[in-house]
């Protein structure tokens, strides 16, 4: 497989599997992309043989831009914009988003607006398909002037700029001359405004966006198969998302939450169906399902809809001319512009954290209601397996570390785009998106998110276990489930624990083994997005489909 770059038709799914290093970039060789690139190059090159004066070629930068050098400092003036941001230190940006980052940059360039030489975005290229990653810096970034700092790093790595560029190759750390001669290429200078377009845009921090989305979205998915195997543990009724309900509040993630919640749960043997005011098995009980299944695709529907719109931004910036100055090879006229602010992206990850805070504290509330008897139609207190011991505890400790993390998710879902500093760069910069915080934090968010998932799933199969021992005397819950949740609670067991027990439930003496292991296997699959994310294929499918 291989992603051909032309500017304007990068996918989430193409930059996940290029961060990931599961397919080759090619560039595309459409003649009218190409002319554009070449176009935009002649253009620069008019212009200084002309004597015009141009931000950033002709002169400083910033809040410096009016200090102009002369032409015999056109190559050093490129060399100190991507010279004087290798600054940084601290955590690394993860390979995958250096890749990511990379990707975007070369793609951004071949809208053909930059004025740059197409060798520049062969280099990009080269780098993704030989898995050569520069090391790039979390910090450094406010997203304003673009990601100055981090994409300095990279293209300081792909001009050789100074060996003190690093670059890791395969298993090798190296500097970045010596891994440009392992790739055929020797140094070069940047010729005038090839500095500036390498580093003055918005592709970092939307690379780490992109790849954080693509998570968020699996997330998602498998947020609603917990919910549909906790439905069936607590024997939920099906008429919360019944369509006559939701034609009357139409709105569309409601809509497509309710229609998912039909097909997850049809043919189970534990949802009541309350049709024409069936509601013998409520004696005694409450005559409705409380908020957090009743409410289910009023609540997920607004995650589902915030999502689907930070994913179209995310994607619509993958696909932009996002450096200063923009060139019209047509027209020939030069524009200075503000496209490198990343203030999509910024608030496509303050929403897309808020969201997925509100998604979890959705499954953590239903968690509640699962491990207290006084809510959970019968199922044993803390989720105990075996309670003739007397002395098992069940999932009290998890579910306590559960709501750790939470807490946590909750918290790095406040917004951050509205605290950026209105004095940055002698005040040039003095509104400023705050992009790469939004996104490193939304990574991280993610981190937790996947461990609280892993951790909520392994709630699941225990209680759909606890339910079919009490409604079969079996603990294998395959007998009791809906055909469409049996693929993700057999890849849940398994990596857990193994294939289903008729006689045990997946935690059943507490002795027998520690949670920790079980959480873990949980874990490495959600991260390896092998059969779980097999498992919940057709759902992915399906918002895919939605958000087309």
Known sequence: ????????????????????????????????????????????????ERNEQIYGITTLFGGMADVHV??????????????????????????????AAMLLRANS?????????????????????????????????????????????????ILGLSTEFLVDLGDETLDCHTALAR??????????????????????????????????????????????????????TDQSFDPYIHALKPHPGQIWTAERMVQLLSGSQTIRSEAGGDRAKRKDELIQDRYGIRCLPQFFGPIIDGLVTAARQIETEANTANDNPLIDPDTGETFHTGNFLAQYTAVAMDSTRYLIGLMCKHIDSQIALMITP????????????????????????????????????????????????????????????????????????????????????????????????????????RGILSAATLPL???????ASGAPDKAETIVWDDMDGFLQPKVEGLLAEINARGALHTALKPLRDALDMFRT
């Open 1 to 48: 497989m291989t992603i051909t770059l032309d500017g304007t038709s990068l996918s989430l799914s193409d930059i996940d599997a290029v961060a990931k290093g599961h397919t080759k970039v090619a560039i595309t060789q459409d003649k009218a992309v190409l002319a554009r690139v070449r176009g935009s190059r002649e253009v620069i090159v008019g212009a200084l």
């Open 183 to 236: 790739l055929g290429y020797a140094p070069i200078d940047p010729e005038p405004k090839e500095g500036l377009a390498l580093n003055n845009g918005t592709g970092a921090c939307t690379g780490v966006a992109a790849n954080v989305m693509t998570r968020a979205l699996d997330a998602a998915t498998m947020a609603l198969g917990v919910h549909a195997l906790f439905a069936q543990a607590i024997l939920a």
């Open 374 to 477: 006084a809510f959970s139609n019968g199922l044993t207190p803390a989720l105990v397996g075996n309670m003739d011991t007397g002395v098992n505890v069940g999932l009290k400790s998890l579910h306590i570390g559960m709501n750790q993390m939470s807490t946590q998710i909750s918290y790095l879902g406040q917004s951050v785009a509205d605290k950026f500093p209105t004095h940055a760069e002698m005040y040039n910069q003095n509104i400023n998106s705050q992009a790469m915080n939004a996104a490193n934090f939304a990574r991280d968010q993610m981190d937790v998110t996947e461990h609280f998932l892993a951790a909520a799933l392994l709630t699941g199969v225990q209680a759909v276990e606890i339910r079919a021992r009490i409604e079969t005397g079996s603990c294998d819950a």
């Open 109 to 157: 360039l071949l809208r053909g607006a930059s004025g740059v030489r197409l060798e520049l975005i062969e280099r990009l290229v080269a780098f993704l398909n030989a898995d050569a990653a520069p090391h790039v810096y979390q910090r450094g970034s406010i997203g304003a002037s673009g990601d100055l700092v981090p994409l300095s790093y990279i293209g300081g790595s």
């Open 489 to 495: 609670y057999e890849a849940a067991r398994a990596a």
């Open 70 to 99: 002369t032409r015999d400092q056109l190559i050093d003036v490129q060399r100190i914009a991507l010279w004087q941001h290798k600054s940084s230190t601290g955590p690394r940006l993860p390979k995958a988003d250096v890749r």
